[in-house]
């Protein structure tokens, strides 16, 4: 069964060799091992040996003097067959009490496929014994001294002398124990400082014990090492006292420590300055601001206005590569201004995401702070050469300015940072000076977000609608449904003041579910109430964090028109000519998604956006909504009057519907029934009123008093 694994050797090696199979049964033994057990007084396991399991003849040893052998023999065995290592070894002694042995127990790895092992054991008295020998000559402690892997060193504590080195330290210091012998004795200058020696071997000579103590060595070549020490004072065979030190090198832990302690400081992506030095820095140039008049400093809060697009398309790799260019650019307009060369002058941190902070110290006021800015706008806006492409975009930026009465580094940020959020506000690319109404605005704002979350719970919110008209017959076609909420403390709230907050925060997604399924519902109680006098359709307006949703929006709509009872063509979706553009082909896929289960749809405020005539026909709209600053200007203005007569004709020719949005006089009527417009909207025909007044509203009015039928 062993016999692939015997060598033509193998009963010739002095080692007792045994072949152990992977369930650890000897499948054969060389001649040695036989002859050893015969003179053991074994025959029985010279002749028989194979077919033995090895383990349990040592698991079988347990409680024997050599018990402890046996067990980790038994160890190594089954790691070499069970985690495939290549070999284990052992040293044990064989003591009868005739004699003292020795033997080195030796396991190979034969065979890695099935597992197989040579267990070798392999006669080593003589060597133990010239081994003890030569300890008890030189003493255990010489021993533990030369066989160290940190530097020792013996100091005479009589005369303040060394009187021996160990290999480690003399490799430490480069010398050779001669050399370091001789350099100590005339320069005991090893140590950078010799008054610190001096202290560390008066403190082993007076209390016994010195250190831990980190000192600074010289090597042989000049270069200098850190160094730990710790000793402890011994005696000699003739009671002189000697100090036992322990050098142990922490050069590279030393450097280590340096470099979490610039860490710790540093953005880890950027390189520039993290949010605990910013704070740190800002409170010395708040300290000085009080003790030195003169001196201004202002914090311009930094948020990039287009990263989250990088990041949504391109990756988090593309959008570190351009944290990064983004930091190298305030770097270098530090260095080129000159304005961070100095020690305590301007810097920039990375705040955290896509936000910074460029904190201009030493400046004259104000305008000096808006010219920065300025800079900083030109030097971000340039064209950003990414990995996998181009990219330009603006940032927005908060200034505010530092000074005795503005408060600590928390106020200054939290004042930048809301300054920022202004010019966010205003649109890409602007920069705005903190002024303190920014914190009723902001304070305002958080009451309503706060309202928001509760508004669906408490009833607080309603729908009303507003007439769309046929302009050639003045009948209504389609009412709009319209959010309106009347807040318990503000009261009733304008929908550009609390629809963007509720669109930030994501609440517009639970919020304009509800707006979606109230309108269906409504629709079909005005069809069972009076189906002849009931709006045809209705109009609901779909936000950007709706379309984000894609498919779960899809699911939405159905929801609500089968809980209505609702055919999908009498709903319309509205979206914005902005949101379109903003995500082109997301939005194409989920239009066509809604066209597919019939969902009528228009693009809002056409005109105030980026998209072009043209591109209309790449999505499945069926109306277009013009919106209401081209109808203001008609009468004012010739050329936004031809501007909107060839948008008409255009949407025509494509088939789509024309819907004029904001018309308040019957001139207005007038001129756009005259270039073809089939549909408005608009105080003229009616405000956006309760569900209950809609039908009573437009029964009484009958078809819109202010449109003249066409022929």
């Not at 603006?394 to 300015?401: K, L, N």
């Not at 979606?516 to 109430?529: D, F, I, K, M, T």
Request: charged residues 20%.
């Amino acid at each position: 069964m062993g016999q692939r694994f015997r060598p033509a050797a193998f009963n010739l090696l002095p080692e007792q060799i045994a072949i152990v199979n992977e369930q650890g049964v000897i499948i054969d033994v060389n001649d040695t091992w036989r002859q050893f057990a015969r003179r053991n007084g074994s025959p029985q396991q010279a002749e028989h040996a194979v077919g033995v399991n090895y383990l349990e003849v040592c698991d079988q040893a347990q409680g024997r003097p050599d018990g402890e052998e046996a067990s980790a023999a038994r160890d190594g065995i089954q790691q070499v067959l069970q985690l495939r290592i290549p070999s284990f070894h052992l040293e044990y002694p064989c003591h009868s009490p005739s004699e003292r042995r020795w033997f080195q127990m030796n396991v190979t790895l034969l065979d890695r496929e099935s597992p197989v092992v040579a267990v070798s054991h392999l006669d080593i008295t003589r060597r133990k014994e010239a081994e003890i020998a030569q300890q008890r000559e030189h003493g255990m402690l010489q021993g533990l001294f030369d066989l160290a892997p940190l530097g020792i060193s013996l100091v005479d504590l009589n005369t303040l002398q060394p009187v021996n080195f160990n290999a480690a330290l003399c490799d430490m210091l480069g010398y050779t124990r001669d050399e370091l012998l001789i350099a100590s004795a005339r320069r005991p200058a090893i140590h950078q400082s010799p008054d610190e020696r001096q202290a560390y071997l008066n403190q082993g000579r007076c209390t016994g014990r010195c250190g831990p103590v980190e000192s600074v060595f010289i090597r042989k070549d000049g270069s200098r090492i850190d160094v730990l020490q710790n000793g402890t004072r011994i005696l000699g065979p003739d009671g002189t006292p000697y100090l036992w030190s322990i050098e142990q090198d922490i050069t590279r832990r030393k450097v280590m420590d340096r470099e979490l302690r610039a860490a710790a400081e540093l953005d880890r992506l950027t390189g520039l300055a993290n949010r605990t030095v910013l704070l740190r820095r800002l409170q010395q140039y708040c300290d000085r601001s009080r003790l030195e008049p003169g001196f201004c400093f202002a914090v311009l809060f930094l948020d990039f206005d287009r990263f989250k697009i990088v990041n949504d398309t391109l990756g988090h790799e593309a959008g570190d590569e351009l944290l990064t260019a983004l930091a190298q650019r305030l770097s270098d307009d530090l260095v080129i201004s000159g304005a961070g060369k100095e020690e305590g002058g301007s810097f920039a941190a990375r705040f955290g995401g896509d936000e910074f902070v460029y904190v201009a110290a030493g400046i004259n006021g104000i305008g000096e702070a808006r010219g920065i800015a300025e800079r900083l706008q030109a030097a971000v806006s340039a064209t950003y050469h990414l990995t996998s492409q181009t990219f330009q975009s603006t940032a927005s930026i908060g200034i505010a300015m530092g000074s005795p009465g503005a408060g600590g580094p928390h106020d200054l940020l939290r004042n930048a940072d809301t300054a920022m959020y202004e010019a966010k506000r205003l649109g890409r690319g602007n920069t705005v000076l903190f002024d303190v109404s920014m914190h009723d605005r902001l304070t305002r704002a958080m009451r309503i977000e706060a309202g928001l979350r509760l508004a669906l719970l408490r009833n607080e919110l309603t729908v009303y609608y507003q007439p769309i008209v046929d302009l050639g017959t003045g009948h209504m076609i389609a009412v709009e449904a319209l959010l309106r909420w009347d807040h318990p403390e503000l009261g009733r709230l304008p929908p550009d003041e609390f629809i963007p907050i509720a669109e930030e925060t994501g609440l517009i997604v639970p919020i304009g579910e509800w707006v979606l399924r109230q309108s269906c519902l409504q629709w079909a109680r005005w069809q069972r109430e009076d189906p002849h006098a009931a709006p045809p359709g209705v109009s609901v307006n779909l936000s950007r964090r709706q379309m984000l949703l894609g498919t779960r929006f899809l699911l939405a709509v159905h929801a609500a028109l089968h809980e209505a009872g609702m055919p999908s063509s009498a709903l319309q979706l509205e979206i914005t000519e902005r949101e379109v553009m903003r995500d082109p082909v997301s939005a194409r896929d989920l239009l066509l998604g809604l066209s597919a289960i019939g969902v009528r749809l228009a693009m809002d405020d056409f005109g105030t956006g980026t998209s072009s005539l043209g591109c209309l026909r790449d999505y499945p709209f069926q109306t277009i909504k013009i919106d209401k600053s081209f109808i203001t200007d008609l009468s004012r203005d010739p050329h936004v009057l031809a501007l909107a007569h060839a948008t008409v004709s255009v949407i025509g020719n494509l088939g789509m519907i024309s819907v004029a949005e904001g018309v308040e006089t019957p001139q207005q009527v007038a001129m756009l029934q005259a270039m073809g417009c089939r549909h408005g909207q608009g105080y003229l025909f009616g405000r956006p009123m309760p569900a209950d007044r809609l039908l009573s509203a437009m029964r009484d009015a009958g078809p819109a008093g202010d449109v003249v039928p066409l022929a």
